[in-house]
């Protein structure tokens, strides 16, 4: 579908609309919104919080025009400001601790922050090169079980395989990693 | 060692967002399902639930006295530039004015104070006609603008005292002023005042000036404006022969003498400057004359109106020639010895 195509969906019914954008951007949305908020909202915070982007998303699409770029980038900006917002709104109810770092406080880091940040962004990096270095199932165990934080029964539903296989493989996985980046960690 | 490295398995960059979106566990059917039902359900209740929207600006209280200060900051400084800018006007105002009223005094303030003041002071009397007396007054006024108050004394030769009526055009070529760095220290005015107004010395009717008491009032030393003239015969070398003087005061500095000229025979002889020390005044020679040969005579001149005893001089030869006279211990107020008047 082009974007051209995309500006139509405004002519459509509100429940044909949301359809096609999920359909479509559905994994995105729903992978910058885990990115974000992942390790301190539960499920229903995540799908609530997509649903917030895609109902901005569909109010937008007024606003939205091919020459600003790509509806996908679009989408993500939207995406990634909800997400922020949405981690926010879960600090305030307490749910989670905003650390100083993690929240902009407007005053500048000192430099053993710096220091330490540049650190954890280049192992969090490496860690996953290293994760999409595995081999498959291996790498989506990973990536569900660690990123989107699923259940064993549900990736084992997902790929098709016994909870217990999948608990020995990431098992495995995660003591290849450890090895891998022993000196870093 | 981290507790658990894998929960660094987040906030991955773009590249691997857009890998890992492929493989995201949404859409399946229920996830997708409920996500739509709740868009619609935000979409219908107004927008995507307002009432739990967290913007991403937090709201901070000021303190409200903070604006109070920070606006009588304000409006203090505004009266303060306000009152600045009325004072500076104002001082503007009384400093523009002031300027040209100063130079113009510089002008013409002092001449007008000498003019009056010789005359009605000393009481100055004038044997010469009125624009020659104006003359003389306009002469004393270059020098007051650079010094004291003074007044003009004039001093003219014996003959004229004693009934001779030896005119002395011919001695007093140089006027009272002649001299030049005084005169460059005038004003361009004054000097153009002095060029077109110089008093002609060399007219006979010299104010002379006399005193109601009798008493000399004078100072020793020479003083603005004052001429010390003389003659005297001389026995020396040149024989028997008649000379005379004429002396101004010394622009430069006139407690110490002055400049004159000499003549011989009612011919100039030589320009000269002269001090006068402790009983004795001394000339330089400036035109390169000299006195040669062992002249000797007597001095007289007329001071305050009087003529003085006569008194010996010894011409002493050199470039520095020397009167002598008798009157050394006398060299007071009481002498009959060159006075000059001082200006009141």
Redo the contacts between chains.
């Keep these: 579908m082009t974007d051209t195509e995309w500006s139509r969906l405004i002519e459509l019914s509100?429940?044909q609309a949301?359809?096609q954008l999920?359909?479509e951007f559905?994994?995105?949305?729903?992978?910058?919104v885990v990115?974000?908020i992942?390790?301190c909202a539960g499920q229903e915070d995540i799908?609530?919080c997509?649903?917030?982007i895609?109902?901005?998303v569909?109010?937008s699409l007024g606003k939205f025009s091919a020459a600003q770029g790509s509806l996908k980038a679009f989408i993500g900006s939207i995406a990634k400001?909800r997400s922020?917002?949405?981690f926010?709104?879960l600090a305030?109810r307490g749910l989670t601790t905003v650390s100083a770092d993690e929240e902009e406080t407007g005053l500048p880091p000192s430099d053993s922050d710096t220091a330490a940040e540049a650190e954890?962004a280049i192992?969090?990096?490496r860690?996953?090169d290293e994760?999409?270095a595995l081999n498959e199932p291996d790498r989506?165990i990973?990536?569900?079980q660690?990123?989107?934080r699923?259940e064993c029964t549900?990736i084992a539903a997902?790929l098709k395989m016994t909870a217990a296989a999948v608990r020995k493989r990431s098992q495995r996985a995660?003591k290849k990693?450890?090895e891998i980046?022993r000196d870093e960690? | 060692m981290k507790k658990d490295f894998m929960d660094m398995l987040n906030e991955p960059d773009e590249a691997v967002m857009e890998e890992l979106a492929e493989s995201s566990p949404l859409p399946d059917g229920r996830m997708k399902k409920r996500i739509v039902e709740n868009c619609l359900r935000k979409t219908a209740s107004g927008a995507a639930d307002e009432e739990d929207y967290a913007g991403g600006t937090d709201v901070i209280r000021r303190l409200r006295w903070t604006g109070l200060a920070a606006a009588a900051a304000a409006f203090a400084i505004v009266i303060a530039g306000g009152a600045g800018v009325v004072m500076l006007g104002r001082n503007m105002k009384n400093t523009a004015p002031m300027t040209v009223e100063s130079s113009s005094d510089t002008i013409t303030a002092p001449a007008a104070a000498a003019i009056e003041e010789p005359a009605t002071t000393h009481d100055l009397k004038s044997s010469g006609t009125e624009a020659d007396t104006a003359g003389t007054k306009l002469t004393v006024t270059a020098y007051v603008a650079g010094a004291n108050e003074t007044s003009t004394v004039t001093v003219k030769g014996q003959d004229e005292v004693t009934g001779e009526e030896d005119d002395q055009s011919g001695k007093a070529t140089e006027p009272v002023n002649s001299g030049s760095q005084e005169t460059e220290a005038s004003t361009e005015s004054e000097k153009e005042l002095q060029s077109s107004d110089a008093p002609d010395l060399t007219e006979p009717d010299i104010p002379v000036v006399t005193f109601p008491d009798g008493s000399p009032q004078a100072v020793h030393l020479p003083n603005y404006g004052a001429v010390l003239s003389g003659n005297w015969n001389s026995i020396g070398g040149h024989g028997n022969r008649s000379w005379s003087f004429y002396a101004g005061k010394d622009s430069i500095n006139p407690a110490h003498g002055g400049k004159g000229e000499c003549y011989l025979d009612g011919e100039l002889y030589g320009e000269f400057s002269y001090t006068i020390f402790d009983g004795e005044i001394t000339i330089t020679w400036t035109s390169g004359e000299s006195a040669s040969t062992e002249m000797k005579g007597t001095i007289s001149g007329m001071v305050n109106g009087r003529p003085t005893d006569p008194f010996d001089i010894t011409w002493e030869t050199g470039e520095t020639d020397c009167f002598k006279y008798d009157h050394k211990d006398e060299l007071d107020k009481k002498a009959y010895e060159p006075y000059f008047v001082e200006g009141r």
């Excluded at chain 1, 559905?26 to 910058?32: A, F, L, Q």
């Design positions: 509100p429940r949301f359809g999920v359909d559905g994994g995105y949305v729903y992978t910058i990115s974000k992942g390790g799908e609530d997509v649903s917030d895609f109902v901005e569909y109010s400001r922020i917002d949405a926010r709104k305030r954890d192992l969090r990096q860690l996953w994760v999409r989506s990973i990536v569900y660690y990123f989107y699923m549900d997902k995660r990693l450890k980046l960690l």
